[in-house]
């Protein structure tokens, strides 16, 4: 390693308006430079990067890590840093082996606390009696007195470390107990107050049934299984349901049922006690059924099952009664014919006019003189009304 070659090893600032020069660097220094810098990352295999301006810090703190490590080879033992810890302070720790021979005494500055007990004598101070008396062993035990304590966590199935298990405690100065379950984002608070009454943070579950409540329950919007009125509309609804109503006649001596159906395509039908036939039903247009047989329309149409559909037997029967002439109405003839003849001769002549034929007069023959023989003719007409 070298200084800048100026007499006393320094650089010196110029000062051109004096005409002073500063100090000149020269090649053989700046290659001694480089040099000393780049074998502190080159020494722990570090390679060389131009876009790395890092590399010594990199270096000097490869060197210092890779000393720490060979500590203990050097001591022959594992090293422990005392004090500085999380919650400690700066105190001295000496331990040493007990001038009695006792154990292993602590020392805390000028404080003796006493011999260390390790795991393998555990055991004996246990089974003391004296321990018994004062402490419930950890596996289980029977306790002689009350147990106070703030907070009951379980912890099965749970690291010791985890706060978020379940947990049974009293609120401050509050005579209750609430049971805390449930994840740690979502906690759920059980509730038994000072009174006894217990508040759930969901509704319970009874044999895998859900008891009713003031929340899903209202009476005053219930009707009654023995009467009561509705405000509103009562809908009998479920799907894949075919929604019935029953009807049953329960007076002493009978038990009988009908029932009011809903109707495919509309409409409603009742139903017989044995409910395998429909004996009455109205479609959502308003026509009747009898069994199943059409037997009435919205517009008053009725079917007779020996005479058809009653606007037909109507239509009829007023057909023919507007073809007879009302009573004192005047016929029309509309037909004329002459009927005969009648002859003088020895005997007895007869001539009729046909059915539906009135008579309306007579003619004769020219009668001049009183020759013989002379003849007669009916005159007939047939007759309508208007």
């Known amino acids: 390693m070298q200084r800048i070659n100026t007499p006393d090893g320094n650089f010196h600032a110029g000062d051109p308006s004096a005409g002073v020069k500063g100090t000149v ?23 060389l990067d131009p876009n790395d301006n890092g590399q010594l810090l990199k270096g000097i703190q490869k060197i210092v890590g890779n000393a720490g490590a060979n500590y203990q ?25 007990a001038t009695d021979g006792s154990g292993l ?38 306790m002689t007195g009350p147990l ?35 994840p740690s984002n979502a906690y759920k608070y059980t ?33 009654n299984t023995s009467g009561g009125i509705v405000g509103g509309r009562l809908a009998l609804s479920k799907q894949g349901w075919q929604a019935d109503f029953q009807l049953r006649n329960w007076r002493d001596g009978q038990d009988v049922s009908s029932y009011l159906r809903a109707r495919d395509g509309g409409g409603i039908e009742i139903i017989n006690n044995a409910y395998n036939g429909v004996i009455w039903s109205v479609n959502d247009w308003g026509d009747m059924y009898f069994r199943d047989q059409h037997r009435a329309t919205p517009g008053g149409n009725w079917f007779f099952e020996n005479h058809g559909w009653s606007n037909d037997v109507l239509n009829d029967l ?14 029309q003839p509309y037909d004329f014919a ?6 003088q001769s020895t005997g007895t002549t007869t001539v009729d006019a046909p059915d ?31």
């Open 105 to 142: 005494r602590v020392t805390i500055d000028t404080t003796d606390v006493g011999v260390v007990a390790f795991a393998s004598q555990l055991a004996a101070y246990a089974s003391q009696q004296w321990v018994l008396n004062n402490a419930v062993p950890k596996g289980g035990g029977a």
């Open 191 to 223: 509730v038994i107050d000072e009174n006894g009454v217990m508040n759930l943070p969901a509704r319970p579950s009874f044999a895998g049934s859900t008891p009713w409540d003031t929340g899903n329950f209202d009476p005053n919007s219930k009707l």
């Open 25 to 47: 660097v020269t090649q053989p220094f700046m290659q001694a430079v480089q040099e000393e810098l780049a074998a502190v990352p080159e020494s722990v295999g570090i390679k």
């Open 318 to 331: 007023y057909n023919r009664d507007n073809s007879k002439a009302n009573a004192g109405a005047t016929c």
């Open 148 to 182: 106070a304590v703030p907070q009951v966590q379980l912890s099965q199935g749970y690291a010791d470390n985890d706060g978020t298990k379940p947990l049974i405690y009293n609120d401050p100065s509050v005579r209750n107990v609430v049971f805390r379950t449930g």
């Open 73 to 97: 080879p050097v001591l022959g033992y594992t090293p422990v840093q005392q004090g500085t810890g999380a919650l400690q302070g700066q105190n001295a720790v000496k331990i040493g082996w």
């Open 338 to 343: 002459e009927f005969g003849p009648l002859r």
């Open 356 to 386: 539906s034929w009135f008579v309306k007069g007579i003619r004769t023959d020219n009668w001049n003189g009183d020759a013989a023989p002379r003849t007669l003719f009916l005159r007939c007409t047939r007759i309508r009304n208007t």
